[in-house]
C-alpha cells in the first residue's frame, strides 16, 4: 500500500526557509514522479513543484521559482521541498503527492497523496 507522509511544517517568519519532506513507501518509486502542491482553505490547489524519482528531473510553479527547491534521496525514500525567502503568501497547507505522468502539474495526474503539512509565514 502506498503511502506518504508529510512532515518539517511550522511556523516561519517572512524572508526566512523552511524544510518540508514527504516520506514515500508501497511502490517501486523509479518510473514516477512526486509533486509538492498546496492549498489554503477554500481556494484550488496549486502546483509547486515535482522531481522525477529516476533521473532527478525537476519542474516548479511559477510562483515559487528561484525560492523553492525540490530534491530526493532516494536511499531514504524521501523528497524535500527547501523554501528559502519565504513570503506571506506561501502560507498553505503543503501536499506530496506521486504520479506515473511525469513532471505534470495537474493534480488530477497524481495517484495517491499525503495527509499534508501546515506551514505559515508571517509578516
Known amino acids: 500500500q502506498v503511502q506518504l507522509v508529510e512532515s518539517g511544517g511550522g511556523l516561519v517568519q517572512a524572508g526566512g526557509s523552511l524544510r518540508v519532506s514527504c516520506a514515500a513507501s508501497g511502490r517501486t518509486f523509479s518510473s514516477y514522479a512526486i509533486g509538492w502542491f498546496r492549498q489554503i482553505p477554500g481556494k484550488e490547489r496549486e502546483f509547486v513543484a515535482a522531481i522525477t524519482w529516476g533521473a532527478g528531473r525537476t519542474f516548479y510553479g511559477d510562483s515559487v521559482k528561484g525560492r523553492f527547491t525540490i530534491s530526493r534521496d532516494s536511499a531514504k525514500n524521501t523528497v524535500y521541498l527547501q523554501m528559502n525567502v519565504m513570503k506571506p503568501e506561501d502560507t498553505a497547507i503543503y501536499y506530496c503527492?506521486?504520479?506515473?505522468?511525469?513532471?505534470?502539474?495537474?493534480?488530477?495526474?497524481?495517484?495517491?497523496w499525503g495527509q499534508g503539512t501546515q506551514v505559515t509565514v508571517s509578516s
Open positions: 503527492a506521486t504520479t506515473p505522468q511525469g513532471l505534470v502539474r495537474s493534480p488530477n495526474l497524481y495517484d495517491y
